[in-house]
């Protein structure tokens, strides 16, 4: 009986969670769009030019990336893609990053977002490969700037995923 009231249940909110799936994203915040200006568009610029420093400045003093390996303070996670981004100019290979969201909840101080980044790397003959890695970002104001406290990323899904996300 208990199991009948729970599909119930379900069979009722269905059509409300279908709805909200097919529902236009709707535009972001004026704090969305600051984030994007202030944190998601610098780290995109940071990966263009290679520039670590500019992205490590990116981050709040005591974030932590959460990833399949561990959880890392950034200091040493910046290291660690610093070194990649010397490696990769050694091979004359140049990188984008690109993101989209699917949750962004925010207020003036605080947001948490999830989504997709798009991290693609063009070798020294032109051919590009692209990643799709599933993110979730805690973001925080510190010092009048959005910050990444603590960034998480997942294991890598389609570019039909990423297709599926607001542009």
Known sequence: MKSIAILAAFLHVLPTMAHAQNAAPASPSATSRAIDAELWSVVSATVVRADIKAMAATYH?????VSGKGTFPIRSQIATWGAGMVAAQKR???ATVEFRFSERRDDTTTAFEI?????????SAGTSVSQYVPLEALLVQWHGKWRTLMERQLPAVTVA???RLPH
């Open 61 to 65: 003093p005591d974030a932590v990336v």
């Open 92 to 94: 004359r290979e140049r």
């Open 115 to 123: 989504g997709i980044f798009k991290y693609t790397v063009t070798d």
């Open 161 to 163: 995923e990423w297709d």
